[in-house]
């Protein structure tokens, strides 16, 4: 094999609010030999097949002094998330040249990846899906919405969730888990394309929150007894002013304070007066508990059909800054993800 | 026995701030006869012995509208809390003239009760606990330390706990049942002389959060791992942000809020990245799992010291108004009971 071009998406700086392409984070090519590149113990060289994009990705664009769950990127450094990538040489007895590898690896043509512990060889048989999917609703995306259901919605049927950013990678996963669990599903999403692809997998009140106002909704298809959070801010609010008594908050994310602004929640209070479970987490806290489970039971479910997913797809790294962008300003139509080679 | 004179501390006018006395709530009087005065079935009559003095009154002096856990006060009726009644006259099979009585009753010399579910015959034997103690340690401030404890502390030996309002009815209890717990314990107060209550108790670490900055002491002695809020607000601000990860957050009460102010909570993002564990309660839910074993354990935890409480006592239902804004304020020094009559 000759000298490639190794395309790399490189953290350029911390930026103050939304991201930006080209300068935030810019591409750049290298050169590399991938017969040559030296590896070592404990290391193994993949090709990027396909790289997710998630919104969690925002917080560690920081600086470095801010302490957080997870690693900042690092300045001059390629970005990194959740991958498939086909191994092509090894010095770590997990992995073989042929393998498939899940695991965060960096947005680059060819990684070297070592993080032995956070890899799993991928077999994706008999059910032969897309690549693709195990970075979306069988990977990270996926893990989020099934054990955090599993954990902390105690759900009843007949209860009633609300889910916001119900279209997104993890949201439409959850409302598809809610309707499974027979709960009636409240969800919104900010485009009319969002809105119709949460009433086709089963949501039963969809609306758009950009131009429908969240709090009158829920005020009137509520109380809500399971709300499930991406979002924070004042759609939290509506939540916590819509809450049933004991009433779960299962806090995923809060993008709507990713990126500068804040939004300040007044009804705190109500905490102690619906008697809420609040629970935060973050999906590899409960992946020993729920792994098994989960990998044996979601592809069967994806291939087929009985959970329904879509991606939104990027084709090429170049455009790997652009697609982080989209993610962060809700520009993305579904469960984002860059296709960076066939194979 | 003769007519006598019945006074009363009547509910006025919903307060916009702090409530006030002579304006909020008046002391009013009647005569009536005790001998006489009409019970329906299901009703008995006590003489009020003690009554207490409790943050959460706040929130019945608001307007009917307003949906909430507990009733509203009624315009021109007495307002209500916990007390010691020695029963005069039943028309009720589980109460007897002569029983001794804890329960929600009138702020009146005289009351008819009839809220069988909520009353219980105090025995006191061989305690012999003074009255007062039934509407504090032993009454629902102790169970609402002791349940919610029990509950949702998931305490460790060797973690690290925080405590505001520490010196309070139940912060105080709380401290106590830490130290038990083999925790470290952080506790903040209004006044010097708190301060040196908490440390009498056992706290580790107490400080006065009006001349020290709360944010300071819990970084240099946390991370915390349980936070017990009896404030929200900014003390809540700087527990999310000085907590472990993992770490449980009692949600008790926000009397920092319960008076017109309102503080944004600015990082409930780090409810996500921190996996925060929330839980608002209500002490009433929590009443059945563990009533048993509260009254079986604490009167005598107090009677041996092994548990300290402290009161702070106003003789006279005629102060109970400057008793009850004065909790509102927090210029009470401890527990606040009102003594009505000796026997």
């Known amino acids: 094999m000759a000298p490639v071009t190794n395309g790399r998406v490189i953290f350029k700086e911390v930026p103050k609010g939304y991201p930006e392409a080209g300068k935030t984070m810019v591409y750049e090519e290298q050169t590399i030999d991938p017969e040559t590149i030296a590896l070592k113990p404990g290391e193994w060289l993949v090709k990027v097949l396909v790289l997710s994009v998630d919104p969690y ?12 769950y997870n690693d900042p990127y690092t300045i001059g450094e390629p970005i990194e998330n959740y991958g498939v990538g086909l191994v092509l040489r090894s010095e770590n007895p997990k992995f073989k040249a042929g393998d498939y590898c899940q695991g965060v690896m960096d947005y680059a043509h060819y990684a070297i990846c070592h993080k032995t512990d956070k ?5 994706n048989k008999p059910e032969n899906l897309p690549w693709t ?6 990977g990270m995306p996926g893990e989020t919405a099934y ?10 049927k007949g209860e009633v969730a609300f889910v916001s950013s119900g279209a997104g990678a993890v949201g439409s996963l959850v409302i598809q888990l809610a309707k ?18 949460m009433k086709k997998i089963g949501a039963d009140v969809v609306f758009n929150y950009k131009t429908t106002d969240t709090k009158e ?14 979002v924070g801010g004042e759609t939290l609010e509506a939540a916590i002013g819509t809450a049933n008594q004991h009433a779960r908050f299962i806090e995923c994310g809060m993008i709507s304070g990713y990126n500068g602004q804040f939004y300040p929640v007044k009804n705190l209070m109500m905490i102690i007066q619906k008697e809420l479970r609040i629970n935060g987490f973050i999906v590899n806290s409960l992946r020993d508990k729920y792994v098994a489970e989960f990998q044996a039971a ?12 879509r991606e939104d797809v990027t084709r090429g790294l170049e455009n790997g800054d652009e697609a982080v962008v989209s993610v962060q300003k809700g520009t993305n139509v579904a469960k984002a993800v860059i296709v960076v080679a066939d194979q």
Chains 1, 2 share one sequence.
């Open 180 to 197: 499974r669990d027979g709960l009636k599903v409240i969800a919104s999403a900010g485009t009319e394309d969002k809105v119709q692809y």
């Open 147 to 156: 054990y955090a259901w599993k954990e902390y919605a105690f759900a009843k």
């Open 119 to 123: 890899f799993y060889v991928i077999e």
């Open 217 to 230: 909704v829920l005020e009137k298809e509520g109380p809500i007894d399971v709300y499930w959070d991406n």
């Open 57 to 68: 990705m925002r917080g560690r664009m920081r600086e470095p002094s801010k302490k957080s």
């Open 133 to 138: 999917t195990y970075v979306g609703a069988a």
């Open 298 to 309: 979601m592809p069967k479910l994806l291939a087929s059909g009985e959970i329904n997913f």
